[in-house]
């Protein structure tokens, strides 16, 4: 089992609808979810951190812990054609090391 | 969050040369840096955590003796790629931790490396 697993997809949505990513992890004592944004040739950028169950709102995102199903969202609201990219999951693990899922492309249809 | 910045972007070699990848961060000082790979279509894969005044602590798998890291200073941390062969053609990434104290991590532009 992978330490962090997500869809590869692609993931197509249509402009204006809502994307939702899934991510999935091993490790039950971690503590601290990221997602990363990846546009093709580019280094990830950190869009959004998590580490309490439940939601966490940052403009059209939002991120979703469940500790207890070992499972983390990302939800993009009024997707654009501009937030097609890879989206990675990461989670912090107690080896002190941030853990990468191999990521998800999402892709938004205008 | 924090400002990271590396250099080269991108950088050509031939087989068997060594090349030098620079990261900094720019707006604080980091103890720890981190260094990644990125293969085509694939995760992000840590290679090593480098260490201010200490030894870099390399993943299972990793030759030291090949991904030679020095931390510098707590702005800079270099990764070397000794005697580089085609199969060490990828993005090189380094990341720093943010300034206060979380674990999220910011990542540098990259370095694309082709050995040919």
């Known amino acids: 089992q992978k330490e962090v697993e997500q869809n590869s997809g692609p993931l197509s949505v249509p402009e204006g609808a809502i994307a939702s990513l899934n991510c999935t992890y091993s490790d039950r004592g971690s503590q601290s979810f990221f997602w990363y944004r990846q546009y093709s040739g580019k280094s990830p950028e950190l869009i959004m951190s998590i580490y309490s169950n439940g939601d966490k709102e940052d403009g059209r995102f939002t991120a979703q812990l469940n500790k207890a199903s070992q499972y983390v969202s990302l939800l993009i609201r009024d997707s654009q054609p501009s937030d097609s990219a890879t989206y990675l999951c990461a989670v912090f693990q107690g080896a002190q090391k941030l853990v990468f899922g191999q990521g998800t492309r999402l892709t938004i249809n205008p | 969050g924090a400002v990271v910045s590396q250099h080269p972007s991108w950088v050509i070699c031939k087989s068997g040369t060594s090349v030098k990848i620079e990261c900094r961060s720019l707006d604080f000082q980091a103890t720890t840096m981190f260094w990644y790979r990125q293969f085509p279509k694939q995760s992000l894969m840590l290679m090593a955590t480098?260490?201010?005044?200490?030894?870099?602590?390399?993943e299972q798998g990793v030759e030291k003796d090949k991904f030679l890291i020095n931390h510098a200073s707590l702005t800079l941390s270099t990764l070397t790629v000794t005697s580089a062969h085609p199969e060490d053609s990828s993005f090189y990434i380094c990341?720093?931790?943010?300034?206060?104290?979380?674990?999220?991590?910011?990542f540098g532009p990259g370095t694309r490396l082709t050995v040919t």
């Open positions: 480098s260490n201010e005044g200490s030894k870099a602590t390399y």
């Open positions: 990341s720093a931790p943010g300034q206060f104290g979380g674990y999220e991590q910011y």
